[in-house]
C-alpha cells in the first residue's frame, strides 16, 4: 500500500509562483515513476508532468517553460515547481505514483491550485 501526501495548494495571483510537494509512504519511492496531474471544473483529469525512475521527465504543452517537476528519493517527495501561473491552471492537483506493484498505481487526495486576481 503506497499513501501520497500533497501539500502546497493555494491561491496565487496570475504570474505567481508555486511549488507542489507529495510526500510518498513505503520503501520502494526510487523504483517509482511519479507524475502530477490535474482536474480543473468540468474537464477530465490530465497528465501535467512525469518523472521517470531514471530521471527523465515529459510535460503538457501548456505548461512546457512553466513548471519543473522534480524528486528527491532520499526524502521521498516529488515536487511541481509552477512559476508564471495562469487562471487556466486553476485545477485540483493530484500527485501518482506508479509501481511495479501488480502494475498497480497509487493516487493522492489532490491539492487545490487557484490563479486568480
Known amino acids: 500500500q503506497v499513501q501520497l501526501v500533497e501539500s502546497g495548494g493555494g491561491l496565487v495571483q496570475p504570474g505567481g509562483s508555486l511549488r507542489l510537494s507529495c510526500a510518498a509512504s513505503g520503501s520502494g519511492f526510487s523504483i517509482y515513476a511519479m507524475g502530477w496531474y490535474r482536474q480543473a471544473p468540468g474537464k477530465q483529469r490530465e497528465l501535467v508532468a512525469r518523472?521517470?525512475?531514471?530521471?527523465?521527465?515529459n510535460y503538457a504543452d501548456s505548461v512546457k517553460g512553466r513548471f519543473t517537476i522534480s524528486r528527491d528519493n532520499a526524502k521521498k517527495l516529488v515536487y511541481l515547481q509552477m512559476n508564471s501561473l495562469k487562471p487556466e491552471d486553476t485545477a485540483v492537483y493530484y500527485c501518482?505514483?506508479?509501481?511495479?506493484?501488480?502494475?498497480?498505481?497509487?493516487w493522492g487526495q489532490g491539492t487545490q491550485v487557484t490563479v486568480s486576481s
Open positions: 518523472i521517470t525512475v531514471g530521471g527523465s521527465t
Open positions: 501518482r505514483a506508479d509501481t511495479p506493484y501488480f502494475d498497480r498505481s497509487y
